[in-house]
């Protein structure tokens, strides 16, 4: 069964910086394999929502609240995902996840890391 571990949250101030990253394992998974991975994020009180994406190919999308401050990259030879987050705002804390892209059902989802952006 696949594991996803989400890592690198944090507390930071506003404009500050995190990289996250996402390592999957688990017997016969690669994340090439997986096809397109994305972070997710859910703050409290609200849904989880899809915040960037990336195919194996390098395509990219990235939800508007996070367009031009955050990146997303995968490397396939880790079987990781990582996004980078700049110019952080509070209404970016939340926990983050990543999993697949589209998200299938019943898929596991890993603990997440927290991400607290306060002054």
């Known amino acids: 069964q696949v594991q996803l571990v989400e890592s690198g949250g944090g507390s930071v101030q506003p404009g500050g910086s995190l990289r996250l990253s996402c390592t999957v394992s688990?017997?016969?998974?690669?994340?090439?394999?997986?096809?397109?991975m994305g972070w997710y994020r859910q703050a409290p009180g609200k849904q989880r929502e899809l915040v960037a994406s990336i195919t194996n190919g390098g395509n990219t999308y990235y939800a508007d609240a996070v367009k031009g401050r955050f990146t997303i990259s995968r490397d396939n030879a880790k079987n990781t995902v990582y996004l980078q987050m700049n110019s952080l705002t509070p209404e970016d804390t939340a926990v983050y996840y990543c999993?697949?892209?589209?998200?299938?059902?019943?898929?596991?989802w890993g603990q997440g890391t927290q991400v607290t952006v306060s002054s």
């Open positions: 999993n697949r892209d589209p998200v299938p059902m019943r898929a596991p």
């Open positions: 688990g017997t016969f998974f690669s994340i090439r394999a997986m096809g397109a």
